[in-house]
């Protein structure tokens, strides 16, 4: 093998070694976390005798309360310290703060808008440090606005054609639909959350007509992806859409939105599904 790698690098060709991230993803959809979805969290982080759990709340409008509801729960389950990180209210360069963000074996993110997230987290050590954990293999979760943070194209939920904000599109519109930059995890699959309860089958529809190369998918409250390497595994009680492989895509004149076929998957608890990383 190394006189193979030579030869080639002799002949002028290069070598690019991609080294997979040793952690996982575990994505919620949303609404309500039930015992058992938290334990599966719990047992997928894999936490040993000098772990921790470090929350991330810069999502949520309630920063405290978030926090302290989720602790109550994982108290119930496991004796691991929890610690609450706000980095709204604390100096993101605060290398302590920074090298524990690093070294958690679990990370969580709150619900509530993705963008104050983003904007919090974006070209700082905390994005770095969230980065690290993940591919030393840690566990990083996320619920709600916790989810959509994962990918690199992340749905803010504005249309660009309408105004009015609404929770699911009414429309099926060349772009219309509104990316920011996220924390990337998932480079190549786009997540969307409250999938069925809200009925946001257009907005994913719409995402995967931006971006036809990718797959997105679509998860339910109460339900979760594992996501390990190119496979994740789905977890909950309600399921997980998944869109990919869009043929012949074309809009009108007018700019509504028109394609052949796309692969279309529903799954449930225990189900595999294949995704992008």
Not at 29 to 42: A, H, I, P, Y
Not at 232 to 241: D, K, L, Y
Request: hydrophobic residues 40%.
């Amino acid at each position: 093998m190394k006189k193979l790698f030579l030869l080639l690098a002799m002949a002028g060709f290069s070598i690019v070694v991609h080294a997979q991230n040793k952690g996982n993803l575990f994505i919620i959809g949303g609404g309500n976390r039930s015992d058992d979805l938290m334990k599966q969290m719990l047992n997928t982080s894999d936490l040993k005798a000098k772990d921790y759990i470090i929350v991330l709340p810069m999502a949520s409008e309630i920063p405290d309360s978030g926090y302290k509801t989720l602790s109550l729960q994982l108290k119930k389950l496991d004796q691991h310290p929890i610690r609450n990180f706000n980095f709204n209210k604390h100096d993101v360069n605060d290398k302590s703060w920074i090298d524990s963000l690093a070294g958690a074996k679990l990370i969580y993110i709150l619900g509530g808008d993705q963008s104050r997230f983003m904007k919090s987290v974006l070209n700082t050590p905390i994005y770095t440090a969230i980065h690290k954990a993940y591919k030393n293999g840690s566990t990083i979760a996320g619920t709600s606005a916790g989810a959509a943070v994962m990918s690199k194209y992340m749905i803010t939920g504005k249309q660009l054609l309408d105004t009015v904000y609404k929770e699911t599109f009414n429309k099926l519109w060349d772009h219309n639909i509104e990316f920011s930059e996220g924390l990337g995890l998932l480079q190549n699959t786009i997540i969307d959350q409250h999938f069925l309860k809200r009925n946001r089958y257009n907005r994913l529809i719409s995402a995967l007509a931006a971006h036809p190369d990718l797959v997105c998918v679509g998860i339910d409250e109460g339900t979760a992806i594992i996501v390990h390497g190119h496979q994740a595994t789905v977890a909950g009680e309600s399921q997980v859409i998944r869109l990919a492989n869009l043929k012949a895509l074309h809009h009108t004149d007018k700019g509504l939105l028109k394609f052949d076929q796309a692969a279309f998957g529903i799954f449930t608890a225990g189900d595999l599904i294949d995704i992008k990383p």
